[in-house]
């Protein structure tokens, strides 16, 4: 099968591998129609993040049909159309029955030394605990609808998660750090969490007019020591839920500062290096979230799409088709698209 | 009046200073009767604070005599035997009505440029806010329970603050990461708050001792990755809940280590330096808590003393007398004593 390898700096192929195949009698296997390009993507893309053993498979959001399952899987059958969040979890430990999904004992992650899922097809392991179901009248010829759908696998349920670890509850004033796919998912899951007032640190015009779709009603583009006044300014002195969605101790920090004493930062991007805390000491802001749970959060963010009453599609401005997956990759890498959606026939 | 100042590294005297007075309508001045060093003293003391313009004012734990009031306070007079949190506050802020007293918005700290608790007597702003009335019934002549009262102005409600930026409950599995005054007055809190489960780290045979009459049930001596493998061996994987009581960013990692995933690290320690928080990332471990907001808990810890169904006194294991203070410093530093009380005529 064809799938996405990674060979360097910049360097991202569509190479010839063995195909995707059942292992465990809890396996299933997974024919993608639907994959996304990560912001976290593009940190071994840029060589930020080294590239073990120097090729590896990419891409950890997909969805598809059900090829094939183990003679343990229960809920599945072939022909399923399933999303997989970006990580995969048995769905019975401790960790996965309090909505750990992440830290579940049997879980890991797609890419790497899994398979990927920028490819034609997936090995799942877990089969299961991992992958949600669509019903049977979803119609994923509806482009618009299963561009929405394909963010459940990830920046939807990593924007939520930020948003549900800053505590925003109905009425909340929110700063959201970053205008990223993730960042804007923020500013979706806080809208829809009921926050009144949603302040969007970015600085890029087509990000900031997603962000205003999605609910925001404030943005602040000025940078550091500037803009961390500027927030303090319009909310008298910092917010009480701050949602970071970048991911460098350099935001994380940032949205410390610019959270009000007694408030809490949710943060969901992978921290490049050591965080100071002191401002956060002082304050006693509580620092909360992580890698995103997302596989707990997809059946209620997917009841919301499918109703209609949230749309996250425009954060997945770019589509191409597998053979033209490094063409996402760049597009994203010159911020030329916010994301990049990845379809398989 | 006689009040500790700081020269230098390890010169702390006992100096001739103009006296406490009033200076604003909502001041009191209070006679001290009791002061505490604090291990936070020992920043400066040692050298690893810079002591500002070479010659500052110490203490921030005191209990005494109101002497004096001004004006506009209504609730104290002279004569009112009175607690002090570690922070002064106006007691009527967002942020006071909100229990964080650490981040009023007329607040400040004793010692530097305002009068330091280590001294005859001390001005106290937002008297009505900040001071604490002990009940007429005390008999501070009782040494033992005035030594009880005296860990109210910090440690106790520092630990208390720990424990619950933990969100220790009942039954909670806990490791209290330091064996310091700080450390005990966790362990005593964690109990207090029905924790079934609490292992300390420290390896100092007296503390150690102590932790045990607080309630600790497990002790875990070995540091660094022996000590987290020793943490993960006992509670199959890491506690729920973790109270950081160094304040060093070493601590602060160690306390995420030994935390299971979805867990909460309280930290009440000032952080010496920035912080990686990639296993919290990895984990979704909350960070919380920071400077204790003191004046918040003194009410309910008073009353659980004065019932004696606490009794943190153990914690300041060395009396001296003011004039002696420079020897409660050298004792803490060579840790020759968990803590220090000063006492006054």
Not at 68 to 76: E, H, I, N, Q
Not at 248 to 256: D, M, P
Not at 294 to 318: C, K, N, Q
């Amino acid at each position: 099968m064809r799938a996405t390898v990674i060979h360097g700096t910049r360097d991202v192929r569509v190479d010839d591998v063995p195909d995707a195949a059942l292992f465990d009698a809890t396996d299933a296997v997974v024919r993608v129609t639907h994959a996304c390009v990560c912001g976290s993507d593009l940190w071994p893309y840029r060589g930020i993040w080294p590239v073990e053993g120097g090729v590896t498979r990419m891409g950890h959001e997909f969805m598809g049909v059900v090829e094939d399952v183990g003679a343990d899987v229960r809920t599945l059958r072939r022909g399923d159309r399933v999303i997989a969040p970006f990580a995969f979890s048995d769905g019975d430990c401790e960790f996965c029955d309090a909505g750990l999904h992440t830290s579940c004992v049997h879980g890991g992650y797609w890419g790497g030394r899994n398979d990927g899922g920028q490819a034609e097809a997936v090995r799942v392991p877990w089969a299961d605990g991992t992958l949600v179901r669509l019903p049977d009248a979803v119609d994923l010829t509806d482009t618009r609808l299963a561009t929405a759908l394909a963010t459940l696998t990830d920046v939807c349920g990593t924007g939520h998660h930020a948003a549900v670890s800053a505590e925003v509850v109905p009425g909340s004033t929110v700063v959201v750090v970053g205008d990223g796919a993730v960042g804007l998912c923020g500013v979706l899951a806080a809208h829809r969490l009921g926050a009144e007032r949603i302040i969007v640190m970015g600085r890029h015009d087509d990000r900031l007019d997603v962000a205003r779709r999605f609910g925001a009603t404030d943005e602040v583009r000025e940078r550091g020591d500037e803009g961390i006044a500027r927030v303090a300014e319009l909310t008298s002195g910092g917010a009480p839920h701050v949602l970071e969605c970048v991911g460098t101790a350099q935001a994380i920090e940032t949205a410390i500062a610019v959270c009000r004493p007694g408030g809490t930062v949710g943060h969901v991007g992978v921290p490049d290096g050591p965080v100071g805390l002191g401002v956060a000491y002082q304050r006693n802001i509580a620092v909360r979230g992580g890698v995103a749970p997302v596989r707990a959060y997809i059946p209620e963010l997917l009841a919301d799409v499918l109703a209609g009453t949230i749309d996250p599609s425009p954060v997945l401005d770019l589509t191409v088709t597998l053979d033209a997956v490094a063409d996402g990759y760049a597009a994203m890498d010159e911020r030329r698209a916010i994301k990049a959606l990845v379809t398989l026939p």
